[in-house]
């Protein structure tokens, strides 16, 4: 089973970005997915999750309002569009894949993981 992310890039203060994440080996149709990052020198935190069934989202606060988190369960893919983006935001994201349909905000629940892609906020 592999996650392949792509998307990331750099992009100035108050831009966009939409990362990309896709599935192969596995179909993920009524599994939870989620994204996640991680900052140097930091802890890899939360960031979005959408339930196997419904649709069902949910958002780290710093992040409400600016990023929405989608599938294409045709696809195997999760998307994360990014807005008004802050340096703040600046780090690896990684895409996850859990086993069961509810979200979670503990990485503990995610069996798979995509090798992240960069996102740089820098004017």
């Known amino acids: 089973v592999q996650l392949q992310a792509s998307g990331g890039g750099l992009v100035q203060p108050g831009g966009s970005l939409r990362l990309s994440c896709t599935a192969s080996?596995?179909?993920?149709?009524?599994?939870?997915m989620g994204w996640f990052r991680q900052a140097p020198g930091k802890e890899r935190e939360f960031v979005a999750t959408?339930?196997?069934?419904?649709?069902?989202?949910y958002y780290a606060e710093s992040v409400e309002g600016r990023f929405t988190i989608s599938r294409d369960k045709d696809k195997n893919s999760v998307y994360l569009q990014m807005n008004s983006l802050k340096p703040e935001d600046t780090a690896a994201y990684y895409c996850?894949?859990?086993?069961?349909?509810?979200?979670?905000?503990?990485?503990?629940?995610?069996?798979?993981w995509g090798q992240g892609t960069q996102v740089t906020v820098s004017s």
């Open positions: 959408i339930s196997g069934i419904g649709g069902i989202t």
């Open positions: 080996g596995r179909t993920f149709r009524t599994d939870a």
């Open positions: 996850a894949a859990a086993l069961s349909t509810r979200t979670s905000v503990s990485s503990n629940e995610y069996a798979y």
